[in-house]
């Protein structure tokens, strides 16, 4: 690392009931540069007593939050939009230092962030009821909705920020208490975004941070009576086991899970804007994200085009430090992550893989880099063509038809998102009505959300429930029904 990049070391502290505060028993784990494996900083690691706490201290603001005027929460989102703002590069390098992505793109997480402040305080507003006709005379009829109390926010390391944003302020638009527990490889992010947060004046346990290993304190969330609803974005194994221990309590749980996203290319497609789509789908974030590309299902007859046409884009890509600049690829976010790749890539040659590009680590970096990777003759049911890898390893699958295309698309336990490109209107209307997954894109690939759109998977990449628009309120809200007789 040049010394330019070099900072102090931070601190990862806990926010209970509106104080930081630290490890009663002084236990510690360390946030490490991927890039570099230098220390970044020292984080908190909270006791279950601590979780009880912070759990406590939510339950206890709610009867006072819920009925805080709408405008006036808003406006509690608004200032932090503000904040969020002017310290948008400071946060976006301490997420870059803390899990690699490319600065670029954590300021661009930022600016999600700003949007998704903004764009929940505009949604209280519309946070309508229902009039329903009544049944007898000299009665009225309406549903309204409200919030449930204490909810439990968990989230992975791929989006440090924005995830927590979706679920943060959607929780508290509607009228609910938070405990936020961010994953532990970006505890630091997690505590300037709660800073800001502080520092827009929240009544004190509105919002708490607790940090530490999600078996040992993220667990009691699903086991605690006060925690109403569990928000959870990250793999779909830790989901499982959420929901089967959350169903004791009955609390309502919104999971978010892992995908094998596919990029569908029909051999009437624009092969340069096919190949640009999936070159960024695939590997930006290297990879990391719950919606990159990691198959390419091709027709035969322009499969050698269009792979000769991604492998250049590929082969173009800057991989390093996502701190300096012109940089597209940074590291895996750790030594776990590097095996698991190279463990993916060499099951992928013993099933009959063949490497067209990358396959390496990139040893003179340093760092846990890995070059982006894409393997051709993958057949639909091979491992690296079936499970999540979340790395930049890609698959091409070639087929003989549309139909066998999108067969081979919905042929895995995932559906979080799938791309087509085609110029028929035919093919494009087909894709996106039998394309089992939650997203659709049609000629663009596979990881391009909007704010204000419900963000979501089908089967195994989630329970049904979406993110981001408005759609947020039936994980957030519940609905009463009021009769009134006159
Ligand atoms: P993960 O291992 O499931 O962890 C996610 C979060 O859960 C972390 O905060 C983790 O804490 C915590 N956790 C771990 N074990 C737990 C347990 N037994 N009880 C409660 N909490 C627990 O996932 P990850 O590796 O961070 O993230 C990658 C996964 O997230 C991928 O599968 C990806 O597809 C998915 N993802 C999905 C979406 C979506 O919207 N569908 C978006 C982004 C990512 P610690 O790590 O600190 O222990």
């Known amino acids: 690392m040049s010394s330019q ?84 590069e400071e946060l976006a390098r301490v997420m870059t230092m803390e899990m690699g992505k490319v600065l670029t793109e954590s300021l661009g997480e930022v600016g999600v962030v700003i949007a998704t402040a903004q764009y929940m305080a505009g949604e209280g507003r519309r946070l309508f009821g229902e009039t329903v006709p009544a049944g007898f005379t000299d009665r009225n009829v309406r549903m309204v909705r409200e919030p449930l109390g204490v909810t439990a926010c968990i989230t992975p390391w791929n989006f440090p920020v924005a995830l927590a944003s979706y679920k943060i302020f959607s929780a508290l638009i509607a009228g609910n208490t938070v405990v ?40 009691r969330f699903a086991d605690h009576p006060d925690v109403k609803v569990i928000s959870f974005t990250g793999s779909t194994e830790v989901g499982q086991q959420l929901a089967e221990m959350s169903s004791k309590t009955l609390k309502r749980i919104s999971l978010e899970l892992g995908g094998k996203n596919a990029v569908i290319v029909l051999k009437d497609a624009d092969l340069d804007k096919a190949a640009d789509g999936i070159v960024k789908s695939a590997f930006t974030t290297t990879g990391q994200r719950c919606t990159a590309a990691s198959r390419v299902i091709v027709e035969r007859a322009v499969k050698e085009r269009l792979v000769q046409k991604v492998v250049e884009l590929t082969k173009s890509m800057k991989i390093g430090n996502g701190l300096e600049e012109g940089i597209q690829v940074g590291p895996l976010v750790n030594d776990d992550q590097l095996h698991t790749v190279e463990e993916y890539v060499r099951t992928a040659i013993k099933e009959g893989g063949k490497m067209v590009s990358g396959g390496q680590r990139v040893q003179e970096l340093g760092g846990y880099y890995y070059q982006p990777t894409i393997i051709e003759n993958v057949k639909p049911n091979d491992t690296i063509a079936q499970e999540e890898i979340f790395g930049p390893v890609l698959a091409i699958i070639e087929v003989d038809s549309y139909e066998e295309a999108m067969e081979v698309n919905n042929g895995t336990v995932y559906g979080l998102s799938t791309s087509i490109y085609t110029e028929s209107l035919h093919y494009a209307n087909r894709a996106a009505r039998e394309a089992v997954s939650g997203l659709v894109y049609i000629n663009n690939g596979t990881s391009n959300a909007e704010m204000g759109v419900a963000f979501g998977g089908m089967k195994m990449s989630g329970n049904g429930h979406r993110e981001v628009s408005h759609h947020a309120f039936d994980v957030m809200t519940e609905w009463k029904s009021i009769y009134t007789n006159y």
């Open 5 to 88: 990049m070099k900072t102090e070391i931070l601190q990862g502290d806990l926010y209970i009931n509106g104080k930081w505060v630290n490890s009663p028993e002084q236990s510690y784990f360390e946030s490490l540069n991927p890039a570099t494996g230098e220390l970044v900083g020292i984080c908190a690691a909270s006791t279950v007593e601590q979780v009880d706490e912070a759990v406590a201290a939510a339950d206890e603001a709610f009867s006072k939050w819920k009925n805080t005027p709408i405008p006036q929460r808003a406006s509690y989102l608004m200032k932090a939009s503000q904040l969020f703002e002017a310290r948008k």
């Open 180 to 219: 936020w527990k961010p994953a532990s490889e970006v505890a630091l992010s997690a505590k300037i975004f709660v800073e800001i947060l502080a520092e827009t004046g929240l009544p004190a346990g509105v919002v708490n941070l607790i940090t530490g290993s999600g078996s040992r304190v993220g667990r």
